[in-house]
């Protein structure tokens, strides 16, 4: 079975700081790993995703995840935060083609 | 492109009313995936439906909880005498289908009120 936990559910952080959200999962097979972010009202977007290859993952907006196996973490940053960041972000985990787990979200505030 | 679009984007039904939320995916996208997002949940995966294989159904809560794809494209999820702890967001979601963990691109949702 897998899963996905993500240790806080608000960040605030200030702009120009770094942004860090947490990610730890559990899986039986190696994952995919997944990061999405939603902003108000709208669905989902993918932020950036783990797919075996490379073990740091560059994504949209300036967006980055590590994949580390030996701590089952996979662990979002961006390097300096901008008021537009301000969202809801889910790390999600998939042993399958097709079927994503998600966590319970982490909300990031961006404070001026 | 267009992405993802769902209808309605707001559902306000009575307890015991059925009610019928629709998504029409990616033109060309062959995966379908519908996801409920609610407070006490989170989100969580309902069904999966691929070209003209079974749909996976695993997801679905109860035998309320119905969905069908016609034509391989547009998509109605269909929830029999609502509860209240039906009230969520729904999510739909398409991708290509053609290779494990090609990205799922997100429709808006449905916001379901059960009053």
């Known amino acids: 079975a897998q899963s996905v936990t993500q240790l806080g559910s608000h960040v605030s952080v200030s702009e120009g700081a770094l942004v860090l959200l947490r990610c730890n999962y559990s899986?039986?097979?190696?994952?995919?790993l997944f990061w999405y972010v939603q902003y108000p009202n709208q669905g989902l977007q993918l932020l950036l995703k783990?797919?075996?290859?490379?073990?740091l993952v560059k994504g949209i907006n300036g967006f980055e995840a590590e994949f580390k196996k030996s701590e089952t973490s996979f662990h979002l940053t961006k390097p300096s935060a901008h008021m537009s960041d301000a969202a809801e972000y889910f790390c999600?985990?998939?042993?399958?083609?097709?079927?994503?787990?998600f966590g319970a979200g982490t909300t990031v505030t961006v404070r001026a | 492109g267009a992405g993802v679009s769902q209808s309605p984007s707001n559902k306000v039904t009575e307890k015991g009313k059925d009610v019928e939320l629709r998504c029409d995916p990616i033109?060309?996208?062959?995966?379908l995936y519908w996801y409920r997002q609610s407070l006490g949940q989170g989100l969580e995966f309902l069904i999966y439906?691929?070209?003209?294989?079974?749909?996976?159904k695993s997801g679905l809560p109860s035998d309320r909880f119905s969905a069908e794809r016609t034509g391989g494209s547009v998509s109605t999820l269909t929830i029999q005498r609502t509860q209240q702890e039906d009230s969520a967001v729904y999510l739909c979601?398409?991708?290509?289908?053609?290779?494990?963990?090609?990205?799922?691109?997100f429709g808006p949702g449905t916001r379901l009120t059960v009053l």
């Open positions: 979601a398409s991708s290509t289908g053609l290779a494990g963990t090609d990205t799922q691109y």
């Open positions: 899986s039986s097979v190696p994952p995919y």
């Open positions: 783990y797919t075996s290859a490379a073990t």
């Open positions: 999600a985990v998939s042993e399958s083609d097709y079927k994503l787990s």
């Open positions: 033109s060309g996208h062959t995966a």
């Open positions: 439906f691929q070209g003209n294989s079974a749909p996976d």
